[in-house]
Every structure is written in C-alpha cells, then in structure tokens.
C-alpha cells in the first residue's frame, strides 16, 4: 500500500511515561525540570534583552567594541579606516561579500564624521536583519506540523524540547515525533522533554523506518485533535545526497497523511560553526525548501556576524536564536532589540 505506510510486524507507537536517565549528548542535558515549566513573568520582555545583552558580550566585544577601537580618535573616516571596518567585519563571520557590500554602502553614504559613521553602519547592519519574510502557510485542516531539520550536534534536540515547553506554556497540545531512530539517545533526550514540557512523544523501537514515525505522529494527532506537532529527524550531513533523500522521504510520509504538512521546515543551525552554516543552509534549503531558521549557541561564540551573513543571504526568516541553555534562552529573533544589544554598552 506504499512505504509510509506502517507494515502489521513494525513496532506501533508509543507515549513515553518514565524515560529513562540520559547521558549528556552534543546537544547537551536538558534543564531541571522547574526550569522547563517556569512560565515567563510579566515583565520577560526586559528580562529577554537583559539576558540577550549579556549573551552576546563576545560578539560585542570583538565586534562593536573592536569598531570603536578602530574609532577612537579619528576625526574622519579615511582609506585605512574602511579598510580595518571591512577586515572586523569579515573576522566576525559577517562574510566576504556581504562586508564588501556593507563598505560600499558606507562610503556612498558619505559620513560627515565618525559619530555618523557609526550610525550609519548600525542603520546598515538593521536593515539587512529587517527584510521581510513571507508568511508561513497556515495550517487548513489538523494540527500544525514543524519538521525540524539539521546536523549531528547543532542542538536540535534542546530546541524542540524548548518549543515544545513555550507551545505548551501558551495553552496548545503538543506532540513530539521521535523521527531521530538512529540513535537512542536522541529520543530519550526527547522524552525526557517532552514530560517536562506536558507533551506527548510517539517512538518506534531503535532503527525503525523514520518516516513510519513521523506518519504515525501526524496519524496520532489527528485523532486526539492535537495543536502541534514536532518532527525531529536524524541529524544528517548536508553533504551526504543519501542521507538527504532519506529526509526527503520523511517530509514526503508527512504529506501523504496531512497534504498541506509539514507546515514549517525548521533548519537548526550552529553560530560557533560560521561560514559553514551558510552552507548547510544553502544545501537544506535545495533539498526541503527551508521555511525558517534556527540559530543557536550565539553565546558561545565571538563571531555573531553569521546573523547577518544568513539574513543577507537567504529570503528565509531568522526565527529564533539560542543564546543558552535554558527556556528563556531560545528567543523570537527580534532585528531591532538585537543590534541595540550589540552595539550597546557593556
């Protein structure tokens, strides 16, 4: 009747009631589970920047500050000015084209003086994070499907553990598909988070086909009129083509089921990783037709610019970026209070 279909000797789907310990992982040990259910308090939005602010203290010092080094005391913007502001930029990972680009654009604009030179480069920087996305289909019949997608190690796994907990915060069912069955860890992480977030999970034993799990997932929450449901996959090397037509087939089990799913194709991408994230952008984007990014590990890194090179490089929204290891730690990404954290004072 066709592979997605599950065949009568394949292990049916369960709900994981005790998970059982999981050792730490790339992706990293979930939080305690107080931390997972804290519901933000009323004032998150200035405990969001705060937190932002001081996540981002290495890519502000090498960055923002490294520009007012280059500043200080100059009374005009010169040659060799442009120059180190063009050698800063490509050193946080901003990109060769896109730091060549944000120069001729500072030069044409023509600061009359070091202060105008600065907010002109802040100007720049906002509106290349400031380009509008299209909307996300919405979700015509069922629940909304969001296939998370990206390589070994960039932290997929905490990232849906953490939207499953802000979806479940927000008063929607959430139903995590444990599609990563290739390794057995993944899943216990996910079931681990799913009980500390109130979601459900629906596994298959180890090496089960990974489609079969994502379809019966989609299967599973139509029948409980679930509002969500998350798909993780195996994490696959972007260079692989097997391993991505694997993930294709995932996507394909999703849409047999749920014709307009998966709704979202969430790509999780490493900050510390630089260049090359723009690369397994660019190659998941080929195979699956990105909807949105994540990035993560934005704390852990001096050279944030990868923001801006992904944004300059791709019409595919930044949706949320992961500065830590917990909840309040995956943030909607917000163009305009990122930069004011970026160029703000320590």
């Given amino acids: 009747m066709g592979w997605f279909r599950r065949k009568k000797d394949s292990a049916p789907p369960e709900t994981v009631e005790a998970p059982p310990p999981v050792p730490e992982t790339a992706d990293g040990p979930p939080p305690p589970p107080e931390e997972a259910a804290a519901a ?42 442009l120059e180190q502001i063009e050698e800063l930029l490509i050193t946080a990972d901003v990109g060769v084209q896109t730091a060549t680009e944000l120069i001729e654009r500072l030069t044409a604009a023509k600061p009359a003086d070091v202060e105008a030179f ?8 906002l509106r290349i994070l400031s380009r509008p996305a299209p909307p996300a289909p919405a979700a015509a019949t069922g629940p909304r499907v969001i296939m998370v997608v990206g390589v070994n190690g ?21 139903l995590i598909a ?13 079931a681990i ?22 379809y019966d997932a989609v299967e599973a929450a139509l029948t409980r009129k679930t509002d969500v449901v998350i798909v993780d996959t195996a994490g696959r090397l972007h260079t692989k083509v097997n391993l991505m037509e694997e993930i294709k087939k995932v996507k394909r089990s999703i849409g047999k089921r749920l014709p307009e799913g998966p709704h979202e ?38 050279k944030g610019g ?12 930044l949706q949320y970026i992961g500065i830590g290891e917990s909840i309040e730690d995956l943030q909607d990404f917000d163009p305009e209070r990122f ?5 703000s004072a320590a």
Avoid at 339 to 343: G, I, Q
């Fill in 40 to 81: 933000p308090e009323p004032d998150r939005r200035g405990r969001y920047f705060s937190r932002l602010k001081e996540r981002l203290a290495k890519t502000r010092q090498s960055f923002a500050e490294g520009v007012g080094r280059i500043l200080s005391g100059r009374k005009k913007i010169d040659a060799d000015v």
């Fill in 118 to 125: 600065q907010n002109a480069l802040r100007a720049e920087i």
């Fill in 154 to 174: 960039v932290g997929k796994t905490t990232t849906i553990g953490k939207l499953a907990a802000r979806f479940t915060r927000e008063g929607r069912s959430v």
């Fill in 178 to 190: 444990a599609a990563d069955t290739f390794r057995a860890a993944a899943v216990d992480q996910l």
């Fill in 193 to 214: 988070w799913a009980e500390r977030a109130g979601a459900g999970l629906i596994r298959h034993k180890d090496g089960s086909d990974p489609a079969a799990v994502a």
């Fill in 265 to 302: 194709v969430l790509l999780v991408l490493d900050a510390t990783t630089g260049q090359n994230a723009v690369a397994q952008a660019q190659m998941f984007h080929q195979a699956l037709g990105v909807t949105g990014i994540a990035l993560t590990k934005l704390d852990g890194t001096a």
């Fill in 306 to 317: 990868i923001v801006v090179a992904i944004c300059q490089a791709f019409d595919i929204p």
């Fill in 339 to 343: 930069v004011e954290a970026l160029f």
